[in-house]
């Protein structure tokens, strides 16, 4: 089939080859139909437009853009807050952990030194001031000789109750009665400054010992109660995550005080 092209010009003289007016001539048909199909030539043909040159009526319109920008931010603040508490919750458990550390070696130290303590039933080697604003426990331990005491050594701890961060502290071994028990920080410490083993939360009052007794007056133990909190600052309150709080409760009968 033979396409006659408009403005079409015979080969001259007549001598073309039958091929190659064929083949030109095809060239030239494609050539103008694909300027028809892209709309740079005015030619008779019509045509749909090559898929490089349609329009892509399937991208994202600025709505969907924004929609899907906000469920984003929603999700990453939902993220972010996960995070936060997770954190929170982290901290937490290491302050609380520390500080039952804390209280828990502190309690030890002193049912110890209670538990060692020796005497009889008119002397039972436990000293006491149990008066605001300093509360304090002496234990008297033996030494060498135990048919005497005048060799043993004594063990105090000191409750400032009127301290805003309410110190609990151990005193340095004492060698004689000298203030046993301490009525103040000073007599509390010797040679060596005294030990502050933890801060006693302020809503724990002012009693942390307790002497047991039986019909006879005769000793039948001594309850302990420690309860410290995490911050000592008076302007926080306690709270279960930021400033927690630690008690523990013990009773201790001293087998070296004879009834």
Same mark, same amino acid.
């Given at each position: 089939?033979?396409?006659?092209?408009?403005?079409? /010009?015979?080969?001259?003289?007549?001598?073309?080859?039958?091929?190659?007016?064929?083949?030109?001539?095809?060239?030239?048909?494609?050539?103008?139909?694909a300027?028809?199909?892209t709309g740079?030539?005015?030619?008779?043909? /019509?045509?749909?437009? %090559?898929?490089?040159?349609?329009?892509?009526?399937n991208?994202?319109?600025?709505?969907?853009?924004?929609?899907?920008?906000?469920?984003?931010?929603?999700?990453m603040?939902?993220?972010?807050?996960?995070?936060?508490?997770?954190?929170q919750?982290?901290?937490?458990?290491? *302050?609380? /952990?520390?500080?039952?550390? *804390?209280?828990?070696?502190?309690?030890?130290?002193?049912?110890?030194?209670? !538990?060692l303590?020796?005497?009889?039933? =008119?002397?039972?080697?436990i000293?006491?001031?149990?008066?605001?604003?300093?509360?304090s426990?002496?234990?008297?331990?033996?030494?060498n000789? %135990?048919?005497?005491?005048?060799?043993?050594?004594?063990h105090? !701890?000191?409750?400032?109750?009127?301290?805003?961060?309410?110190?609990?502290?151990?005193?340095?071994?004492?060698?004689?009665l000298?203030n046993?028990?301490?009525?103040?920080? $000073?007599?509390?410490?010797?040679?060596? $400054?005294?030990?502050?083993?933890?801060?006693m939360?302020?809503?724990?009052?002012?009693?942390?010992?307790?002497?047991?007794?039986?019909? =006879?007056?005769?000793?039948e133990?001594?309850?302990?109660?420690?309860?410290?909190?995490?911050?000592?600052? %008076?302007?926080? /309150?306690?709270?279960?995550?930021?400033?927690?709080? !630690?008690?523990?409760?013990?009773?201790?009968?001293? %087998?070296g005080i004879?009834?």
């Amino acid at each position: 089939m033979t396409v006659k092209l408009k403005n079409e /010009t015979p080969c001259p003289h007549g001598h073309c080859h039958p091929e190659q007016s064929e083949g030109s001539r095809l060239i030239r048909f494609f050539a103008l139909r694909a300027q028809n199909d892209t709309g740079l030539g005015n030619t008779s043909f /019509t045509g749909s437009r %090559p898929w490089f040159f349609r329009n892509n009526k399937n991208g994202i319109t600025l709505t969907e853009l924004l929609v899907a920008s906000i469920l984003i931010g929603i999700v990453m603040i939902g993220v972010v807050s996960f995070s936060v508490s997770i954190q929170q919750l982290q901290n937490s458990a290491n *302050r609380s /952990t520390l500080l039952s550390m *804390r209280t828990m070696t502190a309690m030890n130290r002193l049912t110890r030194d209670a !538990y060692l303590a020796v005497g009889d039933e =008119t002397d039972r080697g436990i000293f006491i001031r149990d008066i605001n604003p300093f509360k304090s426990i002496c234990f008297r331990h033996d030494t060498n000789d %135990p048919s005497s005491y005048g060799d043993d050594t004594y063990h105090c !701890y000191l409750f400032e109750t009127n301290n805003n961060n309410r110190r609990f502290s151990a005193c340095p071994v004492k060698p004689d009665l000298t203030n046993v028990p301490p009525n103040n920080a $000073a007599q509390c410490d010797g040679v060596v $400054a005294r030990n502050i083993l933890l801060t006693m939360d302020p809503t724990f009052g002012d009693v942390f010992f307790q002497i047991h007794e039986d019909a =006879t007056n005769r000793l039948e133990s001594i309850e302990f109660t420690l309860q410290s909190i995490f911050d000592p600052d %008076p302007a926080l /309150t306690a709270h279960p995550i930021t400033n927690p709080t !630690y008690s523990i409760t013990t009773r201790v009968s001293p %087998p070296g005080i004879s009834r």
